[in-house]
Nanobody, 121 residues
Framework: QLRLVESGGGLAQPGGSLRLTCAAP????????IGWFRQAPGKEREEISC????????TYADSVKGRFYISRDSTKPMVVLQMNNLQPEDTAVYYC??????????????WGQGIQVTVSS
């Protein structure tokens, strides 16, 4: 069973950067579209970025466009979310998921536990 594991969160100051990684022990992520999602307290989970199975298409929510970048690391089978110019409103628990295709509500495998990102001075 595909199970995704997030890492790399933590505390950042406004304007700072963090790098999140998504891996799936025992699986090669190149066969899956991978999306990053976040859920802030009192809000629903939202998709913020996704990379297609072939890596040729990337999508971003308007709230993170131009600040966050998604990519595949072929040397280590993982998907990276580089988050720059972080703002307090980016504070949330971040998850990666494997949608059937980017934007789909159908997912493969299990969600990870998520990882906390806190942006505060």
């Amino acid at each position: 069973q595909l199970r995704l594991v997030e890492s790399g969160g933590g505390l950042a100051q406004p304007g700072g950067s963090l790098r999140l990684t998504c891996a799936a022990p025992g699986f090669s992520l190149e066969y899956y579209a991978i999306g990053w999602f976040r859920q802030a307290p009192g809000k629903e989970r939202e998709e913020i970025s996704c990379i297609s199975k072939g890596g040729d298409t990337e999508t971003y929510a308007d709230s993170v466009k131009g600040r966050f970048y998604i990519s595949r690391d072929s040397t280590k089978p993982m998907v990276v979310l580089q988050m720059n110019n972080l703002q307090p409103e980016d504070t949330a628990v971040y998850y990666c998921g494997a949608p059937a295709v980017c934007g789909s509500s159908i997912f493969f495998g299990d969600w990870g536990q998520g990882i906390q990102v806190t942006v505060s001075s």
